[in-house]
């Protein structure tokens, strides 16, 4: 389980516009990281759009927001494009990043195997994790007001 103050885990995964994406590619800004289970679900559009709504937010204080799931490119692509989110969407359909975040559900609903775990993770300039929430119902949405306080004090 990662912690604060860990160095958050790199990775190379494709985006909804299947194009490769690092978090070493941000290595100059602060990054929020969050792990939904599936697209199109409705907590995940809920929390997804609230970061939607607050991008402008997020940009004043240099921050970046990726979001990962085991959901395909495709099916990444048409979720974006639906709900007019405007950060990368990024496929873990290996499940390799969301295993590493400690982000991922063995066993999910309606039988299904290996899906990520909802999770927020705050990692700074430097690849630090400075806040970390891995929640144990999909139900529930990540702290977004101790993410935005963990970014403000990095600033």
């Known amino acids: 389980m990662l912690?604060?103050?860990d160095k958050?885990?790199?990775f190379k995964l494709f985006d909804s516009d299947k194009k490769e994406v690092s978090l070493h590619d941000y290595k100059d800004k602060n990054v929020v990281i969050l792990f939904f289970p599936m697209a199109f679900t409705s907590v995940c559009t809920a929390e997804l759009c609230t970061m939607r709504?607050?991008?402008a937010y997020y940009g004043?204080?240099?921050?970046?927001?990726?979001?990962?799931?085991?959901?395909?490119?495709?099916?990444?692509?048409?979720?974006?494009?639906?709900?007019?989110l405007n950060f990368p969407l990024l496929s873990d359909f290996n499940k390799d990043i969301s295993k590493a975040y400690s982000a991922?559900?063995?066993?999910?609903v309606f039988g299904m195997k290996g899906v990520s775990r909802r999770a927020a993770f705050v990692v700074d300039k430097e690849g630090t994790i400075?806040?970390?929430?891995?929640?144990?119902s999909a139900g529930n949405l990540p702290n977004f007001e101790e993410v935005k306080n963990t970014l403000n004090s990095l600033n």
């Open 3 to 5: 912690k604060i103050g």
């Open 8 to 10: 958050a885990p790199d």
């Open 53 to 55: 709504d607050d991008i």
């Open 60 to 84: 004043n204080l240099g921050t970046s927001i990726l979001a990962i799931s085991v959901d395909s490119v495709f099916t990444l692509g048409k979720f974006k494009e639906d709900q007019k």
């Open 104 to 108: 991922y559900y063995e066993d999910f």
């Open 130 to 136: 400075r806040y970390a929430e891995v929640l144990e």
